[in-house]
Every structure is written in C-alpha cells, then in structure tokens.
C-alpha cells in the first residue's frame, strides 16, 4: 500500500516536472520565424533593461507597463532614429548634447545594442 502511494506521488511529480518544462519551451515555440531566437532574446533583455535601468522613470514606451503618467523624455515606442546615433547617445549623452537632462547610465555594450534592438524592433511592430 505504502509503495502504491508513493508510485503514484512519484508519477505526479513526474508529470509537473514535464508539464513545467513544456510550459517554459512554449516562447520558443511559439514565435515567429522571422525573427531569429537571438535578436528575440535581444528584445526580450532590452525591454528589461529599459525598466532596470531606469529608461520608463522618464520615456514610455507602449510595451513597458509604467505605473505612473510622467514622462520627461520622448516616448520611445515608435522611436526610428539612426541607431548608430541611438548607440552614441547611450554612450554618453552630454558628448551629444551638452545640456542633456538624461544622465550617463554606464551602460555596458551588451546593454547598449540589447535596448537599440529593443527599440529598433518596437519600430517593425
């Protein structure tokens, strides 16, 4: 009896562990082919760092939920700049404009393309 019932919480596990992994693989199977998987987690790691970073404090965007209406920069949602001008801004933007109220965040290169993906793919959609 005792062996039955730990059968069958053996299997139950079993079973949630599959479910949960199919659960996870779900994204990846679900998107579209157009893109490739890198520039989707590219996407998918910009859009968290726009909000890491602090870039919804002072932009919206319409994929980032805010929860406040205060917005001192442009709203970025449809942003189509030049991304190499997007990549030097991000760099350093009182190199760009010398009374730029946004402040120099320190960003990595890995961060800087992750976010000018980010936007760049906002623009597409």
Sequence with gaps: MRSSVITKLSMTLACTGVILVLISLAPLINNSPEQPI?????????????TAKGCASCHQ?????RHWDFSVGPNLTYYAGNPDYVR??????SAIRTDARMPDLDLSDEEIEALVVFLQTSVKQ
Excluded: A
């Design 88 to 93: 030097e801004w991000l760099q350093d933007p």
């Design 38 to 50: 890198e520039q989707i987690d590219q996407v998918n790691y910009g859009k968290m760092l726009f």
């Design 61 to 65: 965007h319409d994929v980032v939920v």
